[in-house]
């Protein structure tokens, strides 16, 4: 079993813009509703040209840290490791890229191929807060996001110190929604950190068939309609949101389960939320 | 930090070079390159693109009927290393004596499938092939990987350029340490495709002439395809493999696409690698380079080496032989180390002459016989992405060096 604490959390999708209203549960009607958040880590021209994947890694990434170091814990976002984890990254910029290689490929913009690599986000996380630490990148298919937390609390334990996961998928563009139907902007970021029993818990072990449960049954009352693969956070969001324990079983692929335990603080001294 | 050391019990590659390690060998050891004037671009897109590639030949053949749902030049080139080197079996006795949940399976890739989904665009009549959910998904050879092999363990794309194959050693050292599993296949695997060309052609990346890693006229790097794997196991010390016993991970916080100036973050790389394996930069005989032989990263390289090693270390890249295989760069240049070390070999620099003045005495351009007990291996990529591997040639070779 490796255990772990959750000492900050961020959270975007459409009409849900971060932590607060996620937990809240209120959203804001689509016609008003914000299409990306805005990455204000950027530099204004980049902020502006940063693809959609990006700009919610960051914003979400961005929320996690500040609420981790808002409650007199040591988080120095410098020597911070981070996780990224996304099924497909930036669909919007893999469409330009296969349509521009049909096309007229002398014509490919160097901008958008550097933007296409999935380590983009974490590059550019690491470019504006100036954290040197190691940054991954990762994909697992539908798994992705419990492949991503598995990957993140493993670093917690063998590195002993806080580590920054950040899970995000964004939307399918032209005839990509073939292999994407399903994809929608999310983005969602936690910092944990070795246990303590003052903040929220969580507990993982590996076991074997591939399960997909959530206990106690809740409706998914937050975001019920979010498709995006990496929506499956969107369970561990409710739990930690609830603010009660829970359990969660994710597949981690086709044969595994990653058993997710959230316990609610044991001293009275709650720090998220 | 500092993890327990990990066996290295087998390893395959195909490359440009040819298929299974024996051909990587003779390759290296005759210095023959694998690196042709490129055909695949025109082929891809047609439009020619005037540079050279290291592109794997045989990879026409379909796969295995049963395995038709997967069939893509990404799949077909990880079934040919499985199948190399007595790969495939070695997972097979591993599976036997841990059970296939406690093995996991790591890869790097920068492209995965991505060759296939570029081919459906071509065509108005091909789009349909992208609802195809075994492809166009960065974890697509991945899943295909686990299924042939029978594992169940943890399972994931690391997909950070071109130190993802390099990462996945650390990534399966936590893995292990951390109680999960109790053995790993990792690897890489990386096709040519008309993004990465064209994609490093517009980064003005690209070389028209064959790659000149660390040499003064060099231009720019070529590209290449590979894949590789290796199993990790806990050791036995008693047995005479190869062992990973270190690896260290940075971020440069620099540039998108071009390499601190000073070398900062392959610095950092560099000490974390030799302080997890608990050695002194004196005891390194070899360093297996990133050398990617663009004007930047090898002039940052050569320096970081010059400053870091003394005049003993020998260092050299061997991208001269294979391309620049991006996502599998880290395990095909963690196999060529481990040959370094079993066969005795500093590895010289294929098609340079001339050494940059940036070059230390550390930079070799002719092979060397020599003793190589200890070798690292730099993966420095995109995004300031870094890796740094330490390997030793066996359990008495790392107790030798290590401090105490």
């Not at chain 1, 298919?141 to 920054?164: D, I, K, M």
């Not at chain 1, 956070?233 to 829970?246: E, I, K, N, S, V």
């Not at chain 2, 390893?11 to 024996?22: D, E, I, K």
């Not at chain 2, 003064?216 to 806990?234: M, Q, S, V, Y």
Request: proline content about 6%; hydrophobic content about 45%; some cysteine.
């Amino acid at each position: 079993m490796i255990e772990a604490s959750v000492l900050g959390i961020g959270a975007w999708a459409p009409g849900l813009a971060g932590w607060p209203a996620w937990r809240a549960g209120t959203r804001t009607p689509a016609a008003s509703a914000a299409t990306r958040p805005v990455a204000t880590l950027l530099p204004a021209a980049e902020r502006r040209r940063a693809p959609d994947g990006v700009s919610v890694a960051l914003s979400v990434a961005h929320e996690a840290v500040t609420m981790a170091g808002a409650h007199g814990n040591v988080v120095d976002v410098r020597t911070l490791p981070t996780v990224f984890a996304s099924a497909f990254g930036d669909l919007a910029i893999v469409d330009y890229l296969c349509a521009s290689l049909a096309s007229d490929p002398l014509a490919l913009s160097p901008t958008r191929f550097h933007h296409s690599v999935h380590n983009a986000a974490a590059g550019y996380w690491s470019i504006a807060t100036g954290a040197t630490e190691a940054a991954t990148a990762i994909a697992a298919g539908p798994a992705t996001f419990a492949n991503g937390l598995l990957e993140a609390l493993v670093q917690v334990a063998t590195r002993s110190t806080p580590v920054l996961l950040v899970a995000f998928d964004t939307p399918a563009t032209g005839p990509l929604v073939r292999a994407a139907p399903n994809a929608a902007l999310f983005g969602c970021a936690f910092v944990f950190a070795p246990r303590d029993d003052a903040s929220t818990g969580i507990a993982v072990t590996v076991g074997p068939g591939a399960s997909e449960r959530v206990v106690p049954r809740r409706d998914a009352r937050r975001a019920p309609a979010l498709p995006s693969p990496s929506a499956a956070a969107m369970a561990f969001l409710d739990a930690l949101a609830d603010g009660c324990d829970a359990t969660i079983d994710y597949a981690l692929g086709p044969a595994a389960t990653l058993r997710t335990r959230v316990t609610a603080p044991a001293l009275r001294a709650q720090r998220v939320g | 930090m500092s993890a327990p050391p990990l066996a290295i019990t087998a390893t395959t590659t195909t490359t440009a070079t040819g298929a299974g390690n024996a051909a990587l060998l003779d390759a290296l050891r005759t210095r023959t390159s694998g690196l042709r004037v490129d055909t695949f671009a025109e082929r891809a897109t047609g439009v020619a693109l005037d540079t050279w590639s290291g592109e794997v030949e045989g990879l026409d053949t379909p796969l295995p009927e049963s395995w038709a749902a997967f069939d893509c030049r990404s799949n077909r080139l990880a079934w040919d290393a499985l199948h190399r080197d007595g790969f495939a079996d070695a997972v097979r006795a591993s599976v036997a004596r841990h059970g296939p949940a406690r093995i996991a399976l790591l890869l790097g890739t920068s492209t995965s499938t991505f060759a296939a989904s570029e081919a459906a665009y071509r065509d108005a009549t091909t789009l349909d092939e992208l609802a195809n959910p075994r492809l166009h998904h960065l974890h697509a050879t991945t899943d295909f990987v686990q299924r042939v092999l029978g594992l169940e363990g943890p399972c994931m794309t690391v997909s950070t350029a071109c130190s993802s194959s390099a990462k996945v050693f650390g990534q399966a050292a936590r893995l292990i340490a951390a109680g999960l599993v109790d053995a790993a296949v990792v690897g890489g695997v990386d096709t040519l495709t008309a993004s990465t060309l064209f994609g490093f052609r517009s980064l003005g990346l690209v070389s028209r002439d064959l790659c000149r890693p660390f040499d003064a006229r060099r231009d720019g790097l070529n590209i290449g395809e590979a894949a590789g794997f290796a199993l990790l196991e806990r050791p036995d010390l008693r047995d005479d493999v190869p062992l990973l016993v270190g690896h260290g991970e940075s971020s440069d916080a620099h540039h998108m696409s071009a390499p601190h100036p000073d070398g900062r973050g392959a610095r950092q790389a560099i000490d974390a690698a030799l302080r997890s394996a608990s050695l002194a930069p004196s005891s390194v005989d070899y360093i297996n380079l990133h050398g990617t032989a663009t004007r930047q990263n090898d002039a940052v390289e050569a320096c970081a080496v010059r400053a870091l090693f003394p005049a003993t270390t020998r260092a050299s890249s061997t991208k001269g032989w294979t391309g620049h295989t991006l996502g599998a760069a880290g395990i095909v240049e963690a196999v060529v180390t481990l040959i370094a070390m079993r066969e005795g070999i500093a590895f010289g620099t294929v098609n340079s002459e001339a050494g940059d003045p940036s070059c230390g005495p550390q930079i070799l351009f002719e092979h060397e016989s020599r003793s190589v007990g200890i070798a690292l291996s730099n993966a420095f990529a995109f995004g300031g992405n870094n890796c740094v591997l330490a390997f030793a040639r066996d359990a008495d070779a790392w107790r030798r060096a290590r401090r105490p």
